[in-house]
């Protein structure tokens, strides 16, 4: 009922940029909050980003300051912009989406996960 389309990853070189972005889609009557984790081998998954609908940020630490995350509302799209990249950001990102759907149930939905691969 929900479908995430995430784009923008890649490979680049450290201290490069990427933008990722991941588009909602399907029965959603909401979105309250949207976000990107990130896992890498071997590894949890971890929290990068998220965003509120009302555009209250969350940061991890190892991201602060070189990534910024933001929300275009009528487009239910995210975005993740990644500056300074270093080797260890290296990991495939996923976008989650919470929200309401228009029957009714909250929901939360995971994107496939895009690659992102950091080269020293």
């Known amino acids: 009922q929900v479908q995430l389309v995430e784009s923008g990853g890649g490979l680049v070189q450290a201290g490069g940029s990427l933008r990722l972005s991941c588009a909602a889609s399907?029965?959603?009557?909401?979105?309250?909050?949207m976000g990107w984790y990130r896992q890498a081998p071997g590894k949890q998954r971890e929290l990068v980003a998220d965003?509120?609908?009302?555009?209250?940020?969350n940061y991890a630490d190892s991201v602060k300051g070189r990534f910024t995350i933001s929300r275009d509302n009528a487009k239910n799209t995210v975005y993740l912009q990644m500056n300074s990249l270093k080797p260890e950001d290296t990991a495939v990102y996923y976008c989650?989406?919470?929200?309401?759907?228009?029957?009714?149930?909250?929901?939360?939905?995971w994107g496939q996960g895009t690659q992102v691969t950091v080269s020293s």
């Open positions: 965003i509120t609908d009302a555009g209250t940020t």
């Open positions: 989650n989406t919470r929200g309401t759907l228009v029957t009714g149930p909250r929901f939360s939905s």
């Open positions: 399907g029965s959603i009557i909401s979105i309250n909050a």
